[in-house]
Protein backbone atom coordinates (compact mmCIF):
# COMPACT_ATOMS: atom_id res chain seq x y z
CA UNK A 1 0.00 0.00 0.00
CA UNK A 2 1.18 3.22 -1.08
CA UNK A 3 1.27 6.03 1.49
CA UNK A 4 -0.20 9.52 0.86
CA UNK A 5 0.51 11.80 3.41
CA UNK A 6 -1.79 15.04 3.96
CA UNK A 7 -1.16 18.74 5.10
CA UNK A 8 -2.13 20.24 7.26
CA UNK A 9 -4.32 17.93 8.98
CA UNK A 10 -6.79 20.46 10.13
CA UNK A 11 -7.08 23.83 9.14
CA UNK A 12 -9.41 26.88 10.48
CA UNK A 13 -9.84 29.85 8.51
CA UNK A 14 -11.99 32.78 8.50
CA UNK A 15 -14.01 33.30 5.57
CA UNK A 16 -12.63 34.95 2.43
CA UNK A 17 -8.97 33.95 3.48
CA UNK A 18 -6.97 31.72 1.05
CA UNK A 19 -5.57 28.00 1.70
CA UNK A 20 -3.47 25.90 0.49
CA UNK A 21 -3.77 22.06 1.04
CA UNK A 22 -0.68 19.40 0.62
CA UNK A 23 -0.88 15.89 -0.49
CA UNK A 24 2.96 14.32 -0.74
CA UNK A 25 4.07 10.39 -1.57
CA UNK A 26 6.99 8.69 -2.29
CA UNK A 27 5.57 6.89 -5.26
CA UNK A 28 4.62 7.69 -8.70
CA UNK A 29 1.22 7.64 -9.40
CA UNK A 30 -0.53 7.61 -12.93
CA UNK A 31 -3.36 10.20 -11.83
CA UNK A 32 -4.75 12.00 -8.42
CA UNK A 33 -8.04 12.57 -7.55
CA UNK A 34 -9.30 15.47 -5.30
CA UNK A 35 -12.57 14.30 -3.03
CA UNK A 36 -14.74 16.51 -0.88
CA UNK A 37 -16.63 14.84 1.90
CA UNK A 38 -18.98 16.01 3.66
CA UNK A 39 -20.60 14.60 7.48
CA UNK A 40 -22.49 11.67 7.28
CA UNK A 41 -22.05 11.43 3.05
CA UNK A 42 -19.81 9.93 0.64
CA UNK A 43 -17.00 11.27 -0.74
CA UNK A 44 -17.60 13.35 -3.92
CA UNK A 45 -15.21 13.62 -6.66
CA UNK A 46 -13.77 17.15 -7.24
CA UNK A 47 -11.00 16.83 -9.70
CA UNK A 48 -8.81 14.35 -11.30
CA UNK A 49 -5.01 15.53 -12.93
CA UNK A 50 -3.44 13.49 -14.83
CA UNK A 51 0.00 15.00 -16.26
CA UNK A 52 2.65 15.72 -14.35
CA UNK A 53 2.51 19.69 -14.17
CA UNK A 54 -1.07 19.74 -14.74
CA UNK A 55 -3.24 22.32 -13.21
CA UNK A 56 -6.83 22.75 -12.76
CA UNK A 57 -9.37 25.28 -11.80
CA UNK A 58 -12.56 24.46 -10.60
CA UNK A 59 -14.21 28.24 -9.79
CA UNK A 60 -12.43 28.98 -6.72
CA UNK A 61 -10.21 25.97 -6.29
CA UNK A 62 -7.05 25.04 -8.22
CA UNK A 63 -5.37 21.95 -8.20
CA UNK A 64 -1.94 20.95 -9.55
CA UNK A 65 -0.27 17.71 -10.01
CA UNK A 66 3.82 17.70 -9.62
CA UNK A 67 5.91 17.25 -12.42
CA UNK A 68 7.11 14.31 -10.80
CA UNK A 69 3.30 12.82 -10.28
CA UNK A 70 4.33 12.04 -6.71
CA UNK A 71 2.69 15.15 -5.30
CA UNK A 72 -0.23 17.60 -5.36
CA UNK A 73 -1.84 20.37 -3.92
CA UNK A 74 -5.07 21.99 -3.56
CA UNK A 75 -5.46 25.90 -3.46
CA UNK A 76 -8.86 27.63 -2.47
CA UNK A 77 -9.32 31.68 -2.84
CA UNK A 78 -11.39 33.96 -0.90
CA UNK A 79 -12.77 30.76 1.04
CA UNK A 80 -16.72 30.71 2.02
CA UNK A 81 -18.33 28.95 4.73
CA UNK A 82 -19.96 26.35 2.14
CA UNK A 83 -16.05 25.06 1.51
CA UNK A 84 -16.24 23.32 4.77
CA UNK A 85 -15.46 19.36 4.94
CA UNK A 86 -13.29 16.99 4.39
CA UNK A 87 -11.00 17.29 1.54
CA UNK A 88 -9.39 13.73 0.48
CA UNK A 89 -6.61 13.11 -1.76
CA UNK A 90 -6.10 9.83 -3.26
CA UNK A 91 -3.69 8.31 -5.78
CA UNK A 92 -4.33 6.00 -9.18
CA UNK A 93 -1.23 4.06 -9.29
CA UNK A 94 -2.54 1.14 -11.27
CA UNK A 95 -5.28 -0.71 -12.30
CA UNK A 96 -7.95 0.63 -10.59
CA UNK A 97 -7.54 1.03 -7.14
CA UNK A 98 -7.55 4.35 -5.11
CA UNK A 99 -5.56 5.37 -2.08
CA UNK A 100 -7.06 7.97 -0.21
CA UNK A 101 -4.68 10.50 2.17
CA UNK A 102 -5.65 10.91 5.23
CA UNK A 103 -7.66 14.39 4.81
CA UNK A 104 -7.46 17.66 5.45
CA UNK A 105 -10.22 18.79 7.49
CA UNK A 106 -11.27 22.33 6.71
CA UNK A 107 -13.38 24.94 8.71
CA UNK A 108 -14.20 28.22 7.57
CA UNK A 109 -15.76 30.58 10.00
CA UNK A 110 -17.94 33.82 8.98
CA UNK B 1 -28.52 8.33 -12.71
CA UNK B 2 -29.53 6.98 -9.63
CA UNK B 3 -26.80 6.95 -7.04
CA UNK B 4 -24.99 4.16 -4.85
CA UNK B 5 -27.32 2.78 -2.15
CA UNK B 6 -26.52 1.64 0.78
CA UNK B 7 -28.49 0.47 3.94
CA UNK B 8 -28.68 0.76 6.56
CA UNK B 9 -27.20 4.36 7.40
CA UNK B 10 -26.50 3.41 11.02
CA UNK B 11 -26.27 0.12 12.99
CA UNK B 12 -25.25 -0.24 17.23
CA UNK B 13 -24.22 -3.80 18.12
CA UNK B 14 -22.90 -5.56 20.46
CA UNK B 15 -19.18 -7.21 20.38
CA UNK B 16 -19.43 -10.67 19.18
CA UNK B 17 -22.82 -10.17 17.02
CA UNK B 18 -22.81 -10.19 13.43
CA UNK B 19 -23.84 -7.53 10.95
CA UNK B 20 -24.05 -7.09 7.44
CA UNK B 21 -24.27 -4.05 5.16
CA UNK B 22 -25.85 -4.05 1.54
CA UNK B 23 -24.55 -1.98 -1.63
CA UNK B 24 -26.24 -1.17 -5.06
CA UNK B 25 -24.18 0.07 -7.45
CA UNK B 26 -24.69 2.09 -9.99
CA UNK B 27 -26.30 0.53 -13.01
CA UNK B 28 -23.54 -0.16 -15.61
CA UNK B 29 -20.72 0.36 -12.84
CA UNK B 30 -18.74 -3.10 -13.67
CA UNK B 31 -16.14 -2.26 -10.51
CA UNK B 32 -17.35 -2.11 -6.90
CA UNK B 33 -15.72 -1.23 -3.42
CA UNK B 34 -15.88 -1.12 0.15
CA UNK B 35 -13.81 0.98 2.10
CA UNK B 36 -13.72 1.08 5.73
CA UNK B 37 -13.24 4.65 7.21
CA UNK B 38 -12.45 5.36 10.98
CA UNK B 39 -13.32 8.35 12.29
CA UNK B 40 -10.76 11.15 11.50
CA UNK B 41 -8.94 9.26 8.93
CA UNK B 42 -9.32 8.50 5.00
CA UNK B 43 -11.03 5.64 3.58
CA UNK B 44 -9.27 2.39 3.45
CA UNK B 45 -9.79 0.32 0.71
CA UNK B 46 -11.23 -3.27 1.99
CA UNK B 47 -12.40 -5.35 -0.82
CA UNK B 48 -12.42 -4.58 -5.08
CA UNK B 49 -14.65 -6.60 -7.46
CA UNK B 50 -14.80 -6.45 -10.85
CA UNK B 51 -18.21 -7.57 -12.11
CA UNK B 52 -18.86 -10.35 -9.67
CA UNK B 53 -14.61 -11.67 -9.30
CA UNK B 54 -12.72 -10.40 -6.61
CA UNK B 55 -9.98 -7.97 -7.91
CA UNK B 56 -8.30 -7.16 -4.52
CA UNK B 57 -8.94 -8.94 -1.25
CA UNK B 58 -5.40 -7.80 0.89
CA UNK B 59 -6.68 -5.60 3.12
CA UNK B 60 -9.62 -7.46 4.01
CA UNK B 61 -9.20 -9.46 7.50
CA UNK B 62 -10.78 -12.73 5.95
CA UNK B 63 -10.67 -14.11 9.59
CA UNK B 64 -13.86 -11.94 10.64
CA UNK B 65 -15.14 -9.90 7.19
CA UNK B 66 -16.62 -11.44 4.55
CA UNK B 67 -18.09 -10.25 0.86
CA UNK B 68 -19.75 -11.16 -1.86
CA UNK B 69 -21.16 -9.87 -5.04
CA UNK B 70 -23.69 -12.05 -7.07
CA UNK B 71 -24.88 -11.63 -9.92
CA UNK B 72 -21.89 -8.88 -10.48
CA UNK B 73 -24.77 -6.46 -8.93
CA UNK B 74 -25.75 -6.08 -5.65
CA UNK B 75 -23.14 -6.86 -2.76
CA UNK B 76 -22.86 -7.30 0.38
CA UNK B 77 -20.44 -7.08 3.79
CA UNK B 78 -20.79 -9.44 6.33
CA UNK B 79 -18.15 -8.86 9.89
CA UNK B 80 -18.73 -12.14 12.12
CA UNK B 81 -17.94 -11.71 15.15
CA UNK B 82 -17.84 -7.53 15.47
CA UNK B 83 -14.90 -6.08 17.64
CA UNK B 84 -14.79 -3.01 19.33
CA UNK B 85 -12.31 -1.82 16.49
CA UNK B 86 -14.48 -2.28 14.05
CA UNK B 87 -16.28 1.02 14.76
CA UNK B 88 -16.23 3.15 11.74
CA UNK B 89 -17.79 4.01 8.51
CA UNK B 90 -18.39 1.55 5.77
CA UNK B 91 -18.95 3.10 2.09
CA UNK B 92 -19.28 1.48 -0.78
CA UNK B 93 -18.25 2.75 -4.33
CA UNK B 94 -18.47 2.09 -7.70
CA UNK B 95 -16.83 3.10 -10.97
CA UNK B 96 -16.67 2.49 -14.87
CA UNK B 97 -14.11 0.01 -15.63
CA UNK B 98 -11.51 3.25 -16.28
CA UNK B 99 -10.91 4.83 -11.95
CA UNK B 100 -10.45 8.24 -13.91
CA UNK B 101 -13.90 8.82 -14.29
CA UNK B 102 -13.51 8.63 -10.14
CA UNK B 103 -15.64 6.77 -7.93
CA UNK B 104 -19.12 7.69 -6.82
CA UNK B 105 -19.78 6.63 -3.22
CA UNK B 106 -23.00 6.14 -1.38
CA UNK B 107 -23.27 7.65 1.87
CA UNK B 108 -21.82 4.49 3.70
CA UNK B 109 -22.82 2.83 6.85
CA UNK B 110 -21.86 4.07 10.40
CA UNK B 111 -21.25 1.17 12.47
CA UNK B 112 -21.13 1.62 16.53
CA UNK B 113 -19.54 -2.18 17.88
CA UNK B 114 -20.37 -1.86 21.72
Known amino acids: TQLLEQSPQFLSIQEGENLTVYCNSS?????LQWYRQEPGEGPVLLVT?????EVKKLKRLTFQFGDARKDSSLHITAAQPGDTGLYLC??????????FGGGTRLMVKP | EAGVAQSPRYKIIEKRQSVAFWCNPISGHATLYWYQQILGQGPKLLIQ????????DSQLPKDRFSAERLKGVDSTLKIQPAKLEDSAVYLC????????????FGSGTRLTVV
Open chain 1, 49 to 53: VVTGG
Open chain 2, 49 to 56: FQNNGVVD
Open chain 2, 93 to 104: ASSLVAANYGYT
Open chain 1, 90 to 99: AGIEWGNMLT
Open chain 1, 27 to 31: SVFSS
